[in-house]
C-alpha cells in the first residue's frame, strides 16, 4: 500500500486531482468529509462536543450547528483546542480504519489522503509520498472570486491564512500545475497515477 498525502492551496484544484485520482483507482480518505462524519447525530463525537460546549451548538434537529460552533472557537484558541483534542483523533482513529480495509483488499492499493492542511500541521512525514497541487496565487484569486463568489478581500484573507506556495512545495515529492485550464488536468494526472501505481507495488 503506497500512503500518498494530496494538499494545496484554497482554489488550486486539489477536490478536481482527488476526484481524478479516484476515477483512475485510488482509494480516497478524506479529512474533511470524515471530520463531519465523526460528529454527526447519534456518534460519540457529537455527545462530546456537546458534553465540552453544552447543547446551544446543536441545530433545531439535533445536529451541529457548524456556524455556531465556529464563532465559539475561533475566537478562543483554548476553545478551538478542546474541539480539536475531541475531534482529531476520531478523524485519526476512522482513517486508519479506511486505509486497513483498503490495504486488505488489494495489497497495491493507492490510499490519498486529501489533506488541506497537511503543510501546516507539519504533516508530511506521515506520507509516503506527499503530491501538492499548484497554482499562481493570481490564479488562486481569480478562482474563488469569479468561481466561488468570494469578495476579493474574503478570498485573501482565506489565502493568507493557509502557509505559502513556498512552504507547501518544499514539502512536495511530486507538484501537479494546474495553473491552465481544466482540460489540461487529466494528462498530468495520468502521468501521476502511473509513478503511484509505479511506487505501489512491492
Known amino acids: 500500500m503506497l500512503k500518498v498525502g ?7 484544484g486539489k477536490s478536481e486531482v482527488s476526484r481524478l485520482l479516484v476515477e483512475r483507482g485510488a482509494v480516497l480518505v478524506d479529512a474533511d468529509r470524515i471530520a463531519r462524519e465523526v460528529v ?8 462530546a462536543v456537546v458534553a465540552e460546549f453544552g447543547a446551544d451548538v446543536l441545530d433545531a434537529d439535533g445536529a451541529l450547528d457548524r456556524p455556531k ?15 480539536n483534542a475531541i475531534v482529531h483523533p476520531l478523524v485519526g482513529a476512522r482513517s486508519a480504519d479506511l486505509e486497513r480495509a483498503a490495504a486488505e483488499a488489494d495489497e497495491d492499493t493507492v ?3 486529501d489533506v488541506p492542511l497537511l503543510t501546516e500541521n507539519g504533516l508530511a512525514p506521515l506520507y509516503d509520498v506527499v503530491v501538492v497541487v499548484d497554482a499562481r496565487t493570481e490564479t488562486q ?3 474563488l472570486v469569479r468561481l466561488r463568489g468570494m ?4 478570498a485573501r484573507a482565506r489565502m493568507a491564512a493557509q502557509a505559502t ?17 481544466l482540460e489540461k488536468l487529466p494528462p498530468r494526472v495520468d502521468e501521476v497515477w502511473q509513478e503511484l501505481r509505479n511506487r505501489a507495488r512491492p
Open 165 to 181: 506556495r513556498e512552504k507547501r512545495l518544499e514539502i512536495a515529492d511530486i507538484v501537479i500545475d494546474n495553473d491552465g485550464t
Open 69 to 83: 460552533l465556529g464563532a465559539i472557537v475561533f475566537a478562543d484558541p483554548g476553545k478551538l483546542a478542546a474541539l
Open 40 to 47: 454527526a447525530p447519534g456518534t460519540e463525537g457529537l455527545a
Open 6 to 12: 494530496l494538499t494545496g492551496g484554497i482554489g488550486a
Open 141 to 143: 484569486l481569480d478562482r
Open 151 to 154: 469578495t476579493e478581500d474574503d
Open 111 to 113: 490510499v490519498v489522503h
